[in-house]
């Protein structure tokens, strides 16, 4: 492929059903198709995947043998792509037709970044309150954090390709499967002097179904534990995450002290507790008031309500996985390996110029390309 503006990078596994979708929309996009080229990843897939990717993309990469996860196959793509930028498109995320447009004007207009990333819209796909709640929570922070960023979201994100490389793309060693490894690749763009930009007018319709156990876990295992050891790693650097803000560390205090009182209040069978947990999630509620309203504005008073005790639940969630991950991080200080709290081993943060990539480039995978034919329509 001859060098274009942009690559689109799309890691998908068992996609196949969710493909002619999200490719679809894509090469739907008003940003002329001179300009960006579009490259699949099929991350070991066992069902159609590769071949349905064939029939829209530019090339298709098939990788063999155990999922390297998203962020081994977001690297094994970037190695193939020609593009000055990177743009990074879940397999489960239908961009708007002016999504690619969004990104190219930004970034012209802004010659000194380093990435940018967008947001969900407030139109998930999936049926049912659950997903509903779950992507609209995703954007609302989206929103609430617009403007300079100091971490990366790569399911709607791009990367400056030398930036990227700089930093050795995503820590696949890490970070093996989903977890936070595009927020990790954001802090070392940082570290590096990178300028990050979060514009939410960069949207796309998130296709996922929720069901309430994988969210728990994600919240919890996924995100919560490394999250937390990775700001304990990184203290005194500052990068401070979308999240982590001093308001939203007391909401989860607040959270794990209601938590707290409530469990205690029950084995003791104490009334006093009891009434001191539900007096700390009651102030949790008040001081989340903004985010029920804006619920309420997008789908009405009901939902709103239905949304607290979830929404109190993930603070809980929070305050548990930042324990657990305290917990995580002080054995490895004291030379023990907990791998089984986060599945992944730990390597403290050094300098990230420095850092080589998981997957080195002269390094073999085992891929086989499929191109599309020059002149052959999508």
Known sequence: MSAVEFSIIMPAHQAAQLLPDTLGALVASTLPRDRWELVVVDDASSDMTSA????????????????????????AAARRAT???????????????????????TVAAHPDLVALFGSYDATPHAPGFLSAY???LHRYVHLQGAGEAETFWAGCGAVRRDAFEAVGGFDTARFPRPQIEDIDLGYRLRDCGGRILLDPQIQGTHLKQWRLWPMLRTDFRDRGIPWM?????????????????????????LAAM??????????ARSPGLLWYGVGCWFVLAVANHATYRW???????????????????????????????????????????????????VRPVGSS??????????????????????GEAP
Do not use: C, K
């Not at 930028?85 to 990104?103: C, E, G, S, Y």
């Not at 990775?230 to 979308?242: C, I, Q, V």
């Not at 209601?258 to 084995?267: E, I, K, R």
């Not at 080589?356 to 020059?374: K, M, V, Y």
């Open 52 to 75: 349905v990717a064939a029939g829209y993309a530019d090339a298709v990469i098939t990788l063999t043998g155990a999922p390297l996860g998203p962020g081994g196959a977001r690297n």
């Open 83 to 105: 593009g000055a930028w990177l743009i990074f498109i879940d397999a489960d995320v239908r961009v708007h037709p002016d999504t690619l447009q969004r990104f190219a004007d």
């Open 134 to 136: 779950r992507n609209l």
């Open 229 to 253: 050891r990775l700001l304990l790693e990184r203290r005194g650097r500052p990068s401070a995450a979308l999240n982590t803000s001093m308001a939203e560390q007391l909401r989860v205090v």
């Open 258 to 267: 209601g938590g707290a009182g409530l469990t205690g209040g029950l084995l």
């Open 295 to 345: 619920f309420a504005r997008e789908r009405g008073l009901w939902f709103a309500l239905r949304v607290i005790p979830l929404h109190l639940w993930y603070y809980l969630s929070n305050a548990l996985a930042a324990a657990v991950g305290v917990i995580a991080y002080g054995a490895l200080r004291a030379g023990r390996s907990p791998n089984n709290l986060q599945g992944a081993s």
């Open 353 to 374: 110029g420095s850092r080589p990539p998981s997957h080195a480039p002269n390094q073999s995978l085992p891929i086989a390309t499929t191109a599309r034919r020059e």
